[in-house]
């Protein structure tokens, strides 16, 4: 299968140039979608409509697939209809049952999937540095109910990959990382998508990489990545032969075109966010707002997440960002320990709590005009 030719630095920028001229004068979100030029979809469109194949495994998927496994140097890699249904076919697929041990400071899917699979998750608290779940904090939750391990890298920052695979194998857990900001993030050498027994990403239109809607699961072992190809199609093996319970989280070739249009542009992509991202972190004061601890190998640029020194200083930044029509957004807010539908128990976690009520992200995407970046900067440490 042919590997989309890459589009140059040049080629991106005449055509977001030209994208950018319909919508100047609106104010700037949080995110933007990368959206690829309409004729790279239609002529997509076109093959689609000449098969009349719009789903169930298509070419389209298929090529999807061999070209993500390409790209980023995957051995097995399970495109599903998004994110969330990624994690609920992972946690099934390995069999987890009784008390997960997660995160409390991610997107409530990340919970939300633990309880919908009828688990219990006991919410372990994060560090204060990297935001990522405290693997010194791990143990001690751990007791004869427990079976998994669920944990996010938070904005792509890579959680204790070798700790948490210690103490998991010591205590013959499951591990399920939720790498759905981690698009970009290589780490030890590789993808950080081939941590953990299995790992899910999300292909959501805000994602580094989007598909509209979409998601994947990826693994190392080829047993278990088959069971997740029936678990995503109701457990079809042929039309007639059902081989266990599944559920539909098919990805259909329209969600798959997309996906292959965006790959072309993907390094730019990659690339103009990390730009912005760099320029922000030169701009920022960090006498005036921390930001995240990665490895200094590790470049995450999915989001650009601000802490300021209390919830007070929080509201006023957002607020005077608000009023110069910057969008921003409280990532993540509430604390996940907090829903009483997602825990019964009156947990407190200090380092989350704190963090969660002072984490503000700020605009970040490929396109976002420089100006904008040098503007915000200013405000925020202006401000903070
Ligand atoms: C950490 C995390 N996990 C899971 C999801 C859910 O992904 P999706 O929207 O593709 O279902 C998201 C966000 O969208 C997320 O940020």
């Not at 950018?20 to 979608?33: F, L, Y």
């Not at 950080?192 to 998601?215: C, P, Q, R, W």
């Not at 957004?329 to 509430?334: A, L, M, N, S, V």
């Not at 009483?340 to 970040?364: A, G, H, M, N, W």
Request: with cysteine; charged share 20%; hydrophobic share 40%.
């Amino acid at each position: 299968m042919k590997l989309i030719t890459q589009v140059t630095l040049a080629d991106f920028s005449q055509y977001i140039t030209m994208t950018k001229e319909v919508d100047k004068q609106k104010s700037i979100p949080v995110t933007r979608p990368f959206l690829p030029p309409i004729e790279d979809y239609q002529e997509y469109l076109q093959q689609i409509w000449d098969r009349a194949w719009l789903t169930n495994n298509g070419p389209v998927l298929l090529q999807l697939e061999a070209e993500l496994k390409t790209y980023l140097k995957l051995q097995h890699l399970a495109v599903v209809s998004n994110g969330t249904v990624a994690i609920q076919i992972a946690i099934r697929a390995l069999n987890i049952r009784g008390k997960v041990i997660t995160t409390p400071f991610t997107y409530i899917a990340t919970s939300s999937s633990i309880v919908w699979e009828h688990c219990q998750p006991v919410f372990c608290d994060i560090c204060a540095d990297d935001f990522n779940i405290d693997p010194d904090k791990i143990e001690d939750l751990i007791d004869a109910d427990t079976t998994a391990i669920i944990a996010t890298h938070v904005f792509g920052a890579p959680c204790a990959v070798d700790r948490i695979h210690e103490i998991a194998s010591r205590y013959d857990l499951k591990v399920i990382y939720d790498a759905a900001h981690a698009f970009d993030v290589t780490y030890g050498g590789k993808s950080l998508l081939g941590y953990g027994d299995l790992s899910t990403i999300s292909f959501h239109a805000t994602k580094t990489f989007n598909t509209v809607e979409g998601g994947a699961v990826i693994g190392n072992n080829p047993e278990l990545m088959e069971q997740l190809r029936y678990l995503r199609n109701f457990g079809h093996h042929g039309p007639y032969v059902f081989e266990r319970v599944g559920i539909n989280g098919k990805m259909s070739e329209l969600h798959a075109a997309m996906g292959l249009c965006n790959l072309k542009y993907i390094d730019t992509v990659i690339d103009e966010r990390k730009r912005r991202k760099h320029l922000y972190l030169q701009l920022l004061d960090t006498s005036k707002v921390t930001l995240q601890r990665v490895p200094q190998e590790v470049e995450n640029s999915t989001y650009m997440p601000v802490l300021l020194k209390d919830e007070k200083t929080l509201k006023e930044v957002e607020h005077i960002l608000a009023n110069n029509h910057y969008g921003t957004r409280r990532y993540f807010y509430p604390p996940l320990h907090q829903l009483p539908f997602l825990t019964d128990e009156k947990t407190q976690l200090s380092v989350t709590e704190d963090i969660s009520s002072r984490i503000l992200c700020l605009p970040l995407y490929s396109d976002l005009e420089i100006d904008h970046i040098e503007k915000i900067s200013k405000l925020v440490n202006h401000n903070a």
